[in-house]
């Protein structure tokens, strides 16, 4: 059964350095999504992404943030200038054009900022 | 903000008997509600959804319930089996916004042999 990837599966970093968290979503897939959870609290939507460009973003997805689809199996979210607050499991989802609904989850990237 | 609230963090049941998750929130606008499991160390699983214009959807084991006028969905599991002792979360969804999800905080089952 196809899956979503992701990695690294944990990603250690110092504050103020930029990390790129890498994700290949399913590949009959259109739409794309980032999401984070920090410890212990719930799953926070970050951003969605259509078409080659994000068609929602949460307020947490501020200009720190970045997302591109460099080619046409990766998708990549780019933290500038970590801070210790960024610290979380960062999840990847993608889901199909028809069953949008249906959002299919990677493992996620633990990333420690310290 | 916690428009999608899960108010029991954790549940136990006897294996066997019935697991009933519950979920409320507060936005009139969510029309589409999604239940995922979540293992550790593994990203959350699609398990069941519903939309507003229903109140209720069965898939084998898994029942979800919504009540519009109450703001309030539940999870049945029946019967329950250890392999469903995993974190489980309600989502939901408002249209027109992206397939943005908004998630409740999670309730952790665990089913005792």
């Known amino acids: 059964e196809p899956e979503v990837t992701q990695t690294p599966s944990h990603q250690v970093t110092q504050m103020g350095q930029e990390v790129i968290l890498r994700c290949v979503p399913i590949s009959n897939h259109l739409y794309f999504y980032w999401y984070r959870q920090i410890l212990g609290q719930k799953v926070e939507f970050l951003v969605s992404?259509?078409?080659?460009?994000?068609?929602?973003k949460s307020e947490i997805f501020d200009d720190q943030f970045s997302v591109e689809r460099p080619d046409g199996s990766n998708f990549t979210l780019k933290i500038r200038s970590t801070k210790l607050e960024d610290s979380a499991m960062y999840f990847c989802a993608s889901s199909p054009l028809a069953g949008w609904y249906t959002q299919y989850f990677g493992p996620g990237t633990r990333l420690t900022v310290l | 903000d916690q428009q999608v609230k899960q108010n029991s963090p954790s549940l136990s049941v006897q294996e066997g008997r019935i697991s009933i998750l519950n979920c409320d929130y507060t936005n009139s606008m969510f029309d589409y509600f999604l239940w995922y499991k979540k293992y550790p160390a593994e990203g959350p699983t699609f398990l069941i959804s519903?939309?507003?214009?229903?109140d209720k959807n069965e898939d084998g084991r898994f029942t979800v319930f919504l009540n519009k006028s109450a703001k309030h969905l539940s999870l049945h599991i029946v019967p329950s089996q250890p392999g469903d002792s995993a974190v489980y979360f309600c989502a939901a969804n408002i249209p027109n916004t992206g397939n943005q999800f908004y998630f409740g905080t999670g309730t952790s089952l665990t089913v005792i042999p």
């Open positions: 519903i939309s507003s214009i229903k």
């Open positions: 992404f259509y078409n080659n460009e994000i068609s929602e």
